[in-house]
């Protein structure tokens, strides 16, 4: 069993014991375009599963970044807002977003598996 799941707002969770890092797939990068900015969530805050958690800009459009399960803020990627092309080069590996404290290990029932989600963005680009 993968340990990475997907939300259907584009999103990616890599699981590690009670810890979740969260960013944004390939196809949602494809989507966007050029990443110029992102805005990532203050370490310590506390997000709800589908909440807004960052926002991404690239030259084509704005769109939110949202959390697919709930948890507490415990670390972000500066280096993205630094430079928010990394996103762009390596979005399902180092340009990861935030890393969550898991409220409710269930809530990851919710998300695909890759070849559920590779199936789901094929279908939504159509």
Not at 53 to 65: I, Q, W
């Amino acid at each position: 069993m993968s340990d990475i799941k997907y939300s259907k707002e584009h999103e990616w969770l890599k699981l590690d014991g009670d810890i979740a890092t969260i960013g944004i797939t390939k196809h949602a990068t494809e989507m966007l375009g050029d990443i110029v900015f992102a805005e990532l969530p203050e370490k310590g805050s506390s997000v709800e599963k589908n909440g807004t958690a960052g926002v991404v800009e690239s030259t084509k459009a704005a769109s939110d970044v949202y959390t697919p399960i709930s948890g507490e803020v415990v670390d972000t990627n500066q280096t993205i807002v630094d430079d928010p092309s990394k996103i762009n080069a390596d979005p399902e590996g180092e340009a990861w977003f935030f890393k969550l404290k898991i409220k409710d290990i269930k809530e990851l029932d919710a998300l695909m598996n890759k070849d559920d989600y590779d199936k789901f963005a094929k279908e939504s680009s159509q």
